[in-house]
């Protein structure tokens, strides 16, 4: 636990916790609405703002978010107005915000490839407290969003035209999520890098569901593998000197792939044991399952 006195540990380890938080709570709904990749095209467009903040000597940071923001609004007005060349005008917002980001880097002064490497794959010796303050508030918005409208954001991942019907404020929902999605990408970056943090937002909730398809202990079961892997992933990446994103990914799929190698067996097991517990010859093998109500909750 040597590592715990340094200062430069200790900001890492905690903006990998509220990393590990934020990216599978706003990530579970993503995977439902299938929009798994949108934390990668997100990340693309960050580094513009990474780029900008170096060369304005503004905080990196909140300029990232700044523009995340504005590209995940682009984002949302292309999918619901773009149509059959939706996907090419994504394409080249995704690969725009890359070129102009390693472009506005290289620009500014004192831009380096340390610098841009730091930010595509994370790096534990960077996070200062300036940035430990804006994840820390970045991250309260997230989890604030996440919880707070947890139905809402439930209802109108399950099914858009059915939530419209009920009343709900769709097309905002769907900018909120956005929005927040690019507020967890610029949480994310210092720790786990642009490029990888897609992959926490979506392989926890992919592992988590081998083991449950309620929502709510979906949403549990990710974030405690999000926490996990990002602390763990940080503690192994300052004693063998790694990349603190890569090997917090790589431990994710490792997870993803244990828990998918135990989720057979557990089912199983889980099977015969209800079918001990219920009596030979019950009606309840003939009984019509029940009509699932408005608001409960199901499988992720």
């Given at each position: 636990?040597?590592?715990?006195?340094?200062?430069?540990?200790?900001?890492?380890?905690?903006?990998?916790?509220?990393?590990?938080?934020?990216?599978?709570?706003?990530?579970?709904?993503?995977?439902?609405?299938?929009?798994?990749?949108?934390?990668?095209?997100?990340?693309?467009?960050?580094?513009?703002?990474?780029?900008?903040?170096?060369?304005?000597?503004?905080?990196?940071?909140?300029?990232?978010?700044?523009?995340?923001?504005?590209?995940?609004?682009?984002?949302?007005?292309?999918?619901?107005?773009?149509?059959?060349?939706?996907?090419?005008?994504?394409?080249?917002?995704?690969?725009?915000?890359?070129?102009?980001?390693?472009?506005?880097?290289?620009?500014?002064?004192?831009?380096?490839?340390?610098?841009?490497?730091?930010?595509?794959?994370?790096?534990?010796?960077?996070?200062?407290?300036?940035?430990?303050?804006?994840?820390?508030?970045?991250?309260?918005?997230?989890?604030?969003?996440?919880?707070?409208?947890?139905?809402?954001?439930?209802?109108?991942?399950?099914?858009?035209?059915?939530?419209?019907?009920?009343?709900?404020?769709?097309?905002?929902l769907n900018l909120l999520t956005a929005i927040t999605a690019a507020v967890t990408v610029t949480v994310a970056m210092r720790v786990v890098g642009l490029l990888l943090v897609s992959a926490l937002m979506?392989?926890?909730?992919?592992?988590?569901?081998?083991?449950?398809?309620?929502?709510?202990?979906?949403?549990?079961?990710?974030?405690?593998?999000?926490?996990?892997?990002?602390?763990?992933?940080?503690?192994?990446?300052?004693?063998?000197?790694?990349?603190?994103?890569?090997?917090?990914?790589?431990?994710?799929?490792?997870?993803?792939?244990?828990?998918?190698?135990?989720?057979?067996?557990?089912?199983?097991?889980?099977?015969?044991?209800?079918?001990?517990?219920?009596?030979?010859?019950?009606?309840?093998?003939?009984?019509?399952?029940?009509?699932?109500?408005?608001?409960?909750?199901?499988?992720?």
């Amino acid at each position: 636990m040597d590592f715990l006195n340094y200062a430069f540990m200790q900001r890492a380890l905690l903006a990998a916790v509220l990393v590990g938080i934020t990216a599978p709570a706003i990530g579970i709904y993503l995977v439902q609405r299938r929009q798994a990749l949108m934390g990668d095209g997100i990340g693309h467009v960050a580094m513009t703002g990474v780029g900008l903040g170096f060369l304005l000597s503004t905080s990196p940071v909140w300029m990232a978010t700044a523009v995340s923001v504005l590209g995940a609004v682009l984002m949302e007005l292309i999918r619901w107005y773009g149509r059959t060349r939706g996907d090419i005008a994504l394409a080249m917002l995704f690969y725009g915000g890359m070129a102009g980001g390693v472009m506005l880097i290289n620009l500014a002064p004192g831009g380096s490839t340390a610098n841009l490497t730091s930010y595509l794959f994370g790096s534990l010796s960077t996070v200062s407290e300036s940035d430990v303050t804006a994840i820390c508030v970045l991250a309260a918005f997230v989890l604030l969003v996440t919880l707070g409208l947890r139905r809402q954001l439930f209802a109108v991942s399950q099914d858009e035209e059915f939530a419209r019907v009920t009343g709900l404020p769709v097309r905002a929902l769907n900018l909120l999520t956005a929005i927040t999605a690019a507020v967890t990408v610029t949480v994310a970056m210092r720790v786990v890098g642009l490029l990888l943090v897609s992959a926490l937002m979506v392989v926890p909730v992919a592992a988590a569901q081998q083991l449950s398809r309620s929502f709510t202990v979906t949403f549990v079961i990710a974030v405690a593998i999000g926490v996990a892997v990002a602390v763990s992933g940080t503690v192994t990446s300052y004693y063998q000197d790694v990349p603190p994103g890569a090997t917090i990914v790589l431990l994710t799929i490792a997870a993803f792939l244990v828990l998918t190698a135990l989720a057979g067996p557990l089912a199983r097991r889980r099977a015969r044991a209800a079918a001990a517990a219920q009596p030979a010859g019950d009606p309840a093998d003939c009984a019509i399952p029940a009509a699932r109500g408005a608001g409960d909750e199901v499988g992720v």
